[in-house]
């Protein structure tokens, strides 16, 4: 039996990092990060840039570049993630934990059609054929609300919109049925009205996949479209967490502050 079939879960996953140090070239990034997330929660990740957010989702996900010192704690559903050789956290990877990002012309191959990138890893997992393939690709471009989905799983990442693009990563990254979807300003590169649709689209995927969300972005009106909770993230710490009304009702550190007072005179 191979390792993802011994641990092979499903449902919503819980995540709880603590004391979380990242040290790149002898610098300290991360300076010792807590937090938790319920399984099902949707969590925002918000900071400025160089705050060491992204840095945090690469932890989580074991992509840390090579070279990089990491201590402290990452567990999903209670298991430890942090020091599981390569094999084992790629096969977590690519079972129960979907990665979105923000730019999905990198995440996706220009030279493939998007039914094949959506349903790349299922087809490893459960080694489909070729009809059965094409069905999942049917389904999930549906699932992800992509028009037209016979066009779409056809087409290439050139051919379609930058809100169909994000769609059609986002489908591959739910294709597995993950536990947690960990997603890297996802909407940063798409205009207002498309970056809603996608918001959206991330809270019925939590609610009816069974999933839980990690959703890093600058913006803390996005945090307030997709998320229950927030960490707030400074200088590779967190300054202020809780829950998302609350903070935006009673923000207690100067750098959530500015964020609120920056999203406000954006939106004026
Ligand atoms: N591969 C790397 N090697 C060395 N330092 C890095 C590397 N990647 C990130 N850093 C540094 O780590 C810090 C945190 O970076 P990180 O990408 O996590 O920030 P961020 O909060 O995601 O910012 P942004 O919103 O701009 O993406 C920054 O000071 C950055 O320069």
């Known amino acids: 039996m191979s390792d993802s079939a011994q641990h092979a879960e499903t449902g919503a996953t819980a995540l709880e990092v603590e004391d979380l140090r990242v040290s790149i070239d002898g ?11 319920a399984a099902g ?11 060491g957010k992204t840095i945090t989702a690469l932890a989580i996900a074991g992509l840390l570049p090579r070279g990089a010192v990491v201590t402290g704690s990452v567990r999903a559903n209670g298991r430890e993630l942090l020091g599981l050789p390569d094999r084992e956290l790629a096969s977590i990877r690519g079972d129960r934990i979907g990665m979105v990002f923000q730019e999905p012309k990198t995440a ?3 030279f493939r059609r998007l039914g094949a990138q959506m349903t790349e890893a299922l087809a490893i997992h459960y080694r489909l054929g070729r009809a059965e393939r094409r069905a999942a690709a049917l389904r999930l471009a549906a699932q992800v609300g992509l028009k037209d989905p016979e066009r779409m799983v056809r087409a290439y990442p050139h051919e379609v919109s ?13 294709s597995a049925s993950p536990g947690l979807l960990l997603a890297d300003e996802p909407t940063t590169a798409l205009d207002v009205t ?9 809270t019925e995927i939590t609610d009816s996949e069974s999933c839980s969300l990690v959703c890093i972005t600058h913006d803390i009106a996005v945090v307030n479209q997709v998320a229950e909770r927030v960490v707030v993230f400074e200088a590779g710490r967190i300054v202020e967490q809780g829950a998302v009304r609350e903070i935006l ?17 954006e939106a004026a």
């Open 27 to 37: 610098t300290e990034i991360l300076h010792g990060v807590s937090f938790s997330l």
């Open 41 to 51: 929660e949707r969590l925002g990740i918000i900071g400025g840039s160089g705050s």
């Open 108 to 110: 996706l191959s220009p």
């Open 162 to 174: 930058g809100g169909q693009r994000q769609r059609a990563a986002i489908a591959a990254a739910i």
């Open 194 to 202: 498309v970056q809603r649709g996608i918001l959206e689209l991330f």
């Open 249 to 265: 009702e009673r923000p207690q550190h100067r750098v959530t502050q500015a964020l609120i007072a920056a999203a406000g005179s």
